[in-house]
């Protein structure tokens, strides 16, 4: 490259002292030319780089049992010039077709232990040690230097000259999509295949949820890449049970139900596999809550009435009523912040109705849990005698 380079310069400065009246457009063609030629050559380092790179995640990808989840092509000017493969474990690769030109012929071959190792024109790389080159490792970088190629195994320390063999800036030769199975064949023949599988996830309403001591709270799931064989388990930390009831095979919910005696907060692991051996698992967080309401039930006669109920919580919340209720308002007043410690005041209107009415007043955490419910009922116009409305005591008339 550094050849090229000067001759460049040179072409340059003969231009620089032509007379005006020569005719130079040969010699501006020729520097055209050199000019495209130096980039398609710098273009092709790049993608061998590139190429390198790829084939070192795909030695990764054979080792670990991975599979590809997505081919996407690469195109330029319309023209497909190669592809990008994309894997449930390891990031993604972008491969790239062979090129015009010869270039180092590298690959990978299966040493004598059975792993994989670095190969150049055939032979199996070695370290300045003598030892093979695993390709598990770093991926060799190539360069041009002097118009010689060279490659780099030490990050570029240091540099070895490589004879050509006319490879052509073949390292992927060719990719053949199967039904579930992808087939990418290298520049020297050798050949990988690497199972084809739909993404798999398990994804749920949310990872983290305030629950009290006794409580119960049910989290919904759902799952991407589901098959007959699928399967969800819960672990559950502490004192705390999980009961997972499935829906089909791609949705279903998770009942957690936490201990009286749990200091702290607990976790759930949910684990999610397919006939495939695909698996994913989602944490869930359920922080401690220490949460106390003078009452939960608030019953009103059917005349028009206040009632205060007070509240103390270590988490914040906010308050909602759980459907239009136009009969019922109600006030905070605030004795910390972020409701920490709270008084409300429910007002009705007298109930005109023949029949009771009830709402629920709700306190929704920060991640739209509903931590608690006020429920606050009214009794019918034409009630008189003492009593209870379902399971709230009211007072007669």
Known sequence: MKTKLLSLLALVALLAFSSCS?????????????????????????????????LQTTVDVLNSGDYITNI???????????YTLSFGKNDPITIYHGTDGSTPAMSVAVGDDGQ???TVNGEILKDAQNNPVSA????PTLRINDGVWQYSINNGQTWTNIAISGYAGVIFKSVEVG???????????????????????????????????EGVITVNYTIEGSDDMTSVI??????????????GNSKGSIKITKGADVNGDVQVLVMASNGKGQKDYQILNFADIQLTVTSVDVAFTNAAGTQEVEISSNVEYTIALSEEASWLTYEVAEVKSSYT???????????????????DIQMIDKYGNVIKAITVAQ???????GGQIEDIPVLPA
Request: glycine fraction near 4%; charge should be negative.
């Open 179 to 213: 039904e579930n199975s992808v087939k990418i064949e290298l520049g020297d023949g050798t050949t990988f295949e690497i199972p084809l599988m739909s993404e798999f996830k398990l994804l749920v309403d949310q990872n983290y949820y305030y629950l009290e001591n």
């Open 136 to 139: 598990a490792g770093v991926a």
């Open 22 to 54: 020569y005719d130079d457009s040969d010699l501006q063609n020729r520097v055209e030319q050199l000019e495209q030629d130096m980039t398609e050559l710098q273009q092709l380092v790049s993608q061998m780089n590139t190429n390198l790179q790829a």
């Open 116 to 118: 994989y190792y670095w």
């Open 379 to 385: 009794a019918a116009a034409d009630y008189k005698a």
């Open 72 to 82: 996407a092509p690469v195109t330029s000017d319309g023209e497909t010039i190669g």
């Open 341 to 359: 410690n709270a008084k409300l005041t429910f007002t009705v209107e007298a109930n005109p109705l023949r029949r009771v009415r009830s709402v």
């Open 234 to 247: 819960a672990f559950p930390s502490g004192d705390v049970t999980a009961v997972v009831t499935k829906d």
